[in-house]
């Protein structure tokens, strides 16, 4: 639904030890904590707020960060104190909860005396059962680098949800210093938003071509995003990202905090409502040839973590380039009846193994549906697409296939920019997913209020899809039948495909509510996972 909108952001960090041999080497293994293929359904967690994606993880999964209750650590003691054995989720005595049950309870200790890694984190985050970052018990240290990617939905139901992750970020600064020195890990911090446009698929608007996004056809392209930057406080004027080495800042003045805040404001809620928050990531990083190469090369370190975090408040909507599904009237299509971004959700989910092309809803919807969320799940069927390098499909058209990209094909790229990316990559979501407290919101699309913002639209009601969860401060259980618009702008609809892109990387992946009150508890469990993998 345009009229709520996303943000994202997704860290992602990767870690190297400082040495040629990969974490756990010289015989250090972590034996358990894979679990079965990396599936793609909607669990909902125990606390609503924090759930590790760890209880779909793929068998390759089995990482330094990923051990299981009782796996033996680097210098061959079994961890201790506490460690809950494998098999099913399991809930720490914080509330948090770790899918797959590999957690190795607060203050188990390897061989070597290091504490571990483990997911039983005093923020309340959860990081679905870390072990030993892998120097621990071989006697080299792991360099303190991290390359923080931060992907912001800025879409215009997004601006609550921007100003909280600006308001909690410190969390995550003071959760990465060192806990005896107080430093902080040498920082590369940047920012991408969700907007790459629709191919030109409108010819104006918020995604279509403007002065927003350099009058192109795919918004904002992945490029870091460093608006205002010299008000901010950034001094370096050809700065892409923050630079923070040595104990102090390297290209701005200030506390990082503040600086970042700044930036982050920069990225408006004008972005297109139609999001690309996974392809978002794909341009940044991968892609070449788009004019994106040379911030791909100093962003990126080879000896350091790589950290990608999303906020937003939508699922998933990545097409580009094969964007033939967008536009008011998609090969002749009539989409007048329902939003502009419900085609990303009927089209790209499946709830109880159907697909939501087929009525009820159906492609264009002409009924309403409701289903348990936790029987919806995103779709594996993608479609053969040119960036996904497997062929051409019309997808203006109904197609039998999902004309969304390949979300296991995204993850895929993204592990490979690192030598060992089981355990060298985290990737955080804050995004539409259950929430503790409020009742079991189902998965529904149905009609609501043709919003005013949109008048080529005749329909005075018109579907869409519903929110999976809403900021407890802004929910009465009137919520659950009607639409209250105030409402259900601190709402996010359920991110099926933001999830299961999430599950991809086991138990290296965190899941967090973006209904939440406050992002204290995301952040401060972000850093500490970051933190504990050195």
């Known amino acids: ?219 904002d392209q992945g490029k870091f995003r460093m608006i205002n930057a010299p008000a901010c406080g950034v001094t370096d004027p050809n700065a892409q990202f923050l630079v923070y080495e040595g104990g102090k800042p390297m290209n701005f003045t200030g506390d990082i905090n503040t600086v970042f805040a700044c930036l982050a404001s920069g990225v408006g809620t004008m972005g297109c409502g139609e999001e690309h928050q996974l392809q978002a990531f794909e341009f940044a990083l991968v892609v070449k040839g788009i004019g994106n190469d040379e911030q791909q090369a100093s962003f990126l370190r080879p000896q350091a973590y790589l950290g990608l975090v999303f906020v937003t408040d939508e699922d998933d909507c990545s097409a580009a380039t094969d964007d033939g599904l967008f536009g008011a009237s998609p090969g002749g299509t009539d989409l007048s009846g329902e939003s502009g971004s419900l085609r990303c959700t009927t089209r790209a989910h499946e709830c109880g193994g159907r697909n939501l092309a087929s009525a009820p809803p159906g492609y264009p919807a002409t009924a309403a549906f409701q289903a348990d969320f936790t029987t919806c799940a995103a779709r594996t069927d993608a479609c053969p697409n040119p960036t996904d390098g497997n062929g051409t499909t019309d997808t203006s058209q109904p197609t039998s296939c999902s004309p969304l990209k390949d979300f296991k094909h995204l993850a895929d790229e993204i592990k490979s920019l690192k030598q060992y990316p089981d355990r060298q990559i985290l990737v955080a979501g804050i995004f539409g997913w259950p929430i503790e407290g409020q009742p079991a919101l189902p998965y529904k699309i149905d009609l609501t209020p043709n919003p005013a913002a949109f008048p080529g639209y005749p329909q005075a009601k018109i579907y869409d899809y519903w929110p999976v969860c809403y900021d407890p401060q802004h929910f009465t259980t009137a919520d659950l039948t009607t639409w209250n618009p105030v409402d259900v702008g601190w709402s996010a609809t359920g991110g099926l495909r933001e999830s299961a892109f999430i599950d991809q990387f086991g138990n290296n992946g965190l899941k967090y509510s973006i209904c939440a009150t406050d992002f204290t508890r995301a952040l401060t469990g972000i850093g500490t996972a970051i933190s504990n993998r050195i």
């Open 1 to 219: 639904m345009l009229t709520s909108n996303n943000i994202a952001i997704f860290v992602f960090v990767m870690l190297q030890a400082a040495c040629t041999l990969p974490f756990g080497s010289t015989g250090s293994t972590s034996s358990g904590g894979s679990g079965g293929a990396g599936g793609t359904s909607s669990t909902r967690p125990a606390d609503g707020s924090a759930t590790a994606s760890g209880g779909a993880n793929s068998a390759d999964s089995v990482t330094a960060w990923g051990g299981s209750g009782g796996t033996t650590n680097a210098g061959g003691a079994t961890a201790s104190g506490g460690t809950i054995s494998s098999g099913g989720t399991t809930t720490s005595a914080d509330g948090t909860t770790s899918a797959g049950g590999t957690t190795n309870a607060g203050g188990a200790t390897n061989a070597g005396g290091a504490t571990n890694a483990g997911s039983a984190t005093a923020s309340g985050g959860s990081t679905g059962g870390s072990a030993d970052a892998g120097a621990a018990g071989t006697g080299v240290a792991p360099l303190r680098q991290f390359d923080l990617l931060f992907m912001i939905d800025n879409s215009p139901s997004m601006a609550p949800k921007q100003d909280k992750l600006k308001a909690q970020f410190p969390n995550l600064i003071a959760a990465l210093k060192d806990p005896t020195t107080g430093a902080l890990p040498d920082l590369h911090v940047a920012i991408i938003t969700s907007d790459l446009g629709t191919g030109g698929a409108y010819p104006n608007g918020s995604c279509g071509p403007n002065s927003n996004n350099g009058n192109g056809p795919y918004g």
